[in-house]
């Protein structure tokens, strides 16, 4: 039973990408610590989009970075913060993120894919606080393609992009 609970640890730590050839030199703990800190950015991705947080959403970025996105690209944060200044505050979204794989390149490279589920509706006026917003159903859903770097102030996406897979029927 033992044999089995150890084989069942390590194929789950192994399956998790915690034990990363690229990576050797890092301790588990440094892995584990760099993935959280890219897992943190991904989510932040969501919250600071969805709420509009122009500031906070171009601080997940490098100063370099850049965010592909249907045919355009969006390079600095400047242009990044600039891009949520432009939504329109009634276009109301929800980035429901879902399964990430982190992959450790070296201590100062790493990759990752996250599965979203977007949720979007344009209202006609804002919503009173406590209410909810009806819709049909999901806008999209997809992956986000991304590249990670360290740089002065910790590990920050360095690009990104949206592969879209399922959208609404019609």
């Not at 949520?84 to 505050?89: E, G, L, S």
């Not at 599965?115 to 009173?128: C, F, Q, R, W």
């Not at 590249?147 to 996406?157: L, R, S």
Request: hydrophobic letters at 40%; a neutral charge.
């Amino acid at each position: 039973m033992r044999v089995l609970t150890f084989f069942g640890f390590f194929v789950a730590i192994f399956n998790l990408g915690l034990v990363s050839a690229q990576a050797e030199e890092m301790s588990i703990e440094q892995q584990l610590s760099a993935k959280t800190e890219i897992k943190l950015l991904a989510d932040g991705y969501a919250i600071h989009r969805d709420s509009l947080n122009a500031q906070a959403y171009a601080d997940l970025f490098a100063e370099d970075g850049k965010f592909f996105y249907r045919g355009k690209v969006y390079a600095g944060r400047e242009v990044l913060q600039q891009r949520i200044k432009d939504v329109n505050p009634l276009s109301t979204t929800m980035h429901v993120m879902a399964t990430s794989l982190i992959t450790l390149v070296d201590e100062n490279n790493a990759t990752g894919i996250h599965y979203a589920t977007i949720y979007s509706k344009t209202l006609d006026k804002p919503v009173e606080s406590g209410k909810t917003i009806p819709v049909q159903g999901f806008a999209v859903m997809g992956k986000y393609l991304d590249k990670y770097k360290v740089t002065k102030d910790g590990w920050k996406i360095a690009e990104r992009s949206f592969q879209p897979i399922f959208s609404p029927e019609k």
